[in-house]
Structure formats: C-alpha cells, structure tokens
C-alpha cells in the first residue's frame, strides 16, 4: 500500500513493526457515501479483517463490540448517529506508534458495508465485506462498449456509472478493447437472452486483460495496479524479523503452470487471404526451476504443465512474449503454498509478493489469504485464516439472484 511514505521513512516504519510498539485501531461507522457518522472505537472487544484474493468480495471483516445498553440501535431510522444496518459502512484504520509515542504511521485497511448484524447479550456481531459486493448484483439497465473503445475508460464507467462507485483510481492506459463488451442481459434476433457477468466481474476480468489488478483498497477506493511483479516485504525469521512460527510449504500441483503459450489477435482475412500473422510466443521453465518440464519429467521425457492464453488485446509477438513471461513467472509463485504466523504487516494487500526467510526455508509467493488481527497481541496468519468463520451468505444471495435473472 502507498502510505506516501519516502524509502527511509518506509524502512523505519518496517523496522518499527518487529521491535516494541503500541496499535491503535480506529472504527468509525459511515454512510454509503463515506460521510462519517459515530466513531466506535472504545466499543471494539475483538475483531478481524480477512483477505482472501481468490474470492469474489477479496476482504472481510469480523468485529465484536460492546454495546450493553443498546445504544448502537440497529434501525437506521433511529434519531442515534450511531445506528447501523445494511446503508452503513465501516472503516478500519490500523495505527502503529513507537514507544515514546512520537511517531505514529496510519494504515487503512479496510472499508465497506455492513451485511449482518447480531445481538449476543451485550455484545454485537458485526460482519462487513468490501465494496465488490456493490457490483456482485446484475445491472437493472445495459450497457455496452464498442470495439476500440479505451478499455481503462469503460472500466471506469462500469465502476461509476453501473456501480454507483465515486471513488476510483484507474490510471488512463491507451489499451483498446478488442471485442464489444456488454454488462447486463442482450436479446439477440431470435429472442435469445443472453446475461453478462456481473458488473464487478467484467470490469475486474477487463483490468486483467491488460496485465492489471483491480481491488478495493483499505479506503474503499477502486484501484487499479500493474500486476504485482516484485518483492515489497520479507518475513524473516530471529531478532528483528517478524516470523512467529515455523512455516509449512509445499506446492499445490493443481496450479502449477511451467509453460506458455500466448496467441494475441487473430488475424483479418481480406478475399479469403490473411493480412498479416497471429502474434505468438511460447516459453517454458528454465530446466534449473524444481517445477520445470525436465525436474517433473519421468523416464527422461519433461512434464509440461501448460496455460494457453488467448487475448485479442495483444498485436505483436512483442507484447505475447511479455505477457507469457509475466504468466509463467505468476504461474511458478502460485504454485507455492505457504503457510504461517507472523506479527502484523497492516500496509500489504492482496497478491502482493513477498519473501519468506527462514532456517530452513525460503521462498517468493504470492499472498493470497491473510489475516490482520485487530487487538493488541493478535498474530497475523499468511496462506490461512484461523479461529474465524466469514459468513459469505450475502454473495451467495447475490449469486443466486444473478442466476434467477438469467433464466428469466
């Protein structure tokens, strides 16, 4: 995450976290539109945010507050500011403070809204998942993006103009979708009713198409990145590493890819003859890699484990042999499954690549799911989540509407 920070002031903020110091946790309870309502940060007993990059809504949160008198009524009609229900959002900012208290770092970490609320005594369960789930629901009206419209724009207007999304960061990119591109339910000539993705999906599915991660970060801001490439964090073991359990690692064969093949944009055919070639490019592991063809081989012949990539954005073996290279890198990183307990590294997000340095094991992966704890003590978990159960009955919900719309 970019908390505007120089490389120093970053290197001191890394090194704060593995030596003593004090967290602060801010809730605060938001409308919709991000306007604050109450702060209720002096009623958090427990609480937790999930990352989970694989899963439709990529994060989720858990809180337990105190709530003896029933001051936090659950109608938001209530004249309490304090009310919440499902038009209210919560946001998360996580605080790191050295020991004398002079210097503070700030790191949102989650925002978005309230999908369930339950009452246990005085205690309240309150469960949030993040603004995907705005655009997990079909759209009531179509639209459509003509070939050769900016992709970076139609994902822009997808996320404001379907979503209801205001606030956005998609860097402009001169990319040009390559195929009309629909969000919501066409009818063809013969009466044909055919339902797109929801919107959050075709955007998403948009951004990756050009080599992009599209997320909601900590703030609630739709965020568009290049595909994390390089290492931001290393977790290491001993004094003045944040490393708190042994790791245990092993590679998830069903996700291993060790070759690629990319074909970009199928060529024109003017009077029956071709214009020009199909952009192509192949790579594959080099022999050195333990997943490599020939390490996987059996009885002298390699093992190829490989993805086919079929993009109409891509217009020269230039951009395929990048795009393969970039494929095959994320394909060998994925395949590594890591797990293990840390002290909490607030600033990392979803599919960030890290590093982990151990006694006896070190490796580059990709962090998929994470867990941040939100009460002093707390031990973050990398590659699992634990004592912690996210109720995903809302995009169930959701998914089942999607599926009941496009029978209609």
Do not use: C
């Not at 970019?2 to 290197?11: I, V």
């Not at 499902?86 to 002079?102: E, F, K, L, Q």
């Not at 309150?126 to 639209?143: C, D, H, N, R, Y």
């Amino acid at each position: 995450m970019n908390l505007g920070l120089t490389a120093s002031q970053r290197a001191s903020f890394e090194a704060l976290l593995a030596s003593h110091h004090s967290i602060q946790v801010r809730l605060v309870v938001m409308d919709l539109d991000h306007q604050e309502r109450t702060d209720v940060t002096s009623r958090l007993m427990d609480g937790q945010v999930t990352f989970d990059a694989e899963a439709a809504v990529t994060r989720s949160l858990e809180l337990e507050l105190l709530d003896p008198t029933g001051a936090l009524h659950l109608d938001t009609n209530s004249p309490d500011q304090g009310a919440m229900f499902m038009d209210r959002m919560v946001s998360v900012r996580y605080s790191v403070i050295n020991s004398a208290g002079t210097i503070r770092y700030d790191v949102p970490i989650f925002t978005g809204p309230i999908t369930k609320l339950e009452r246990n005594g005085a205690a309240i369960r309150v469960e949030a998942m993040g603004k995907e789930i705005f655009g997990l629901s079909m759209p009531w009206q179509t639209k459509t993006f003509k070939a050769g419209y900016r992709t970076t724009q139609a994902i822009i207007e997808i996320l404001r103009d379907v979503m209801g999304e205001n606030k956005i960061a998609v860097p402009d990119r001169s990319n040009k979708l390559p195929r009309n591109v629909t969000v919501g339910t066409t009818t063809d000539k013969d009466g044909t009713r055919t339902t797109s993705k929801s919107p959050w999906e075709v955007a998403k599915s948009l951004a990756t198409s050009i080599e992009h991660q599209l997320y909601f970060d900590g703030n609630g801001v739709a965020t568009m990145r290049p595909l994390p490439e390089n290492v931001v964090f290393t977790f290491r073991e001993g004094p003045g590493g944040t490393l708190k359990s042994k790791p245990t690692a092993g590679f998830n064969i069903d996700s291993v890819v060790n070759a690629v093949e990319v074909f970009g944009k199928k060529p024109e055919q003017v009077k029956g003859k071709t214009t020009k070639k199909q952009p192509h490019a192949r790579v594959v592991a080099s022999s050195a890699d333990p997943l490599s063809p020939v390490k996987m081989g059996r009885s002298g012949k390699p093992r190829y484990l490989p993805l086919i990539v079929e993009e109409d954005g891509i217009t020269s073996d230039a951009e395929a042999l990048s795009r393969a290279n970039t494929e095959l890198r994320r394909g060998l990183r994925s395949s590594i499954d890591v797990m293990y307990d840390a002290l909490v590294v607030p600033h990392l997000e979803e599919l960030d690549v890290v590093r982990l340095s151990s006694e006896k094991y070190a490796s580059t992966h990709v962090l998929k799911k994470f867990a941040v704890p939100l009460t002093a003590g707390g031990t973050a978990t990398i590659g699992y989540v634990k004592n912690v159960k996210i109720n995903r009955s809302a995009i169930k919900q959701l998914q089942r509407r999607r599926v009941k719309a496009a029978g209609r």
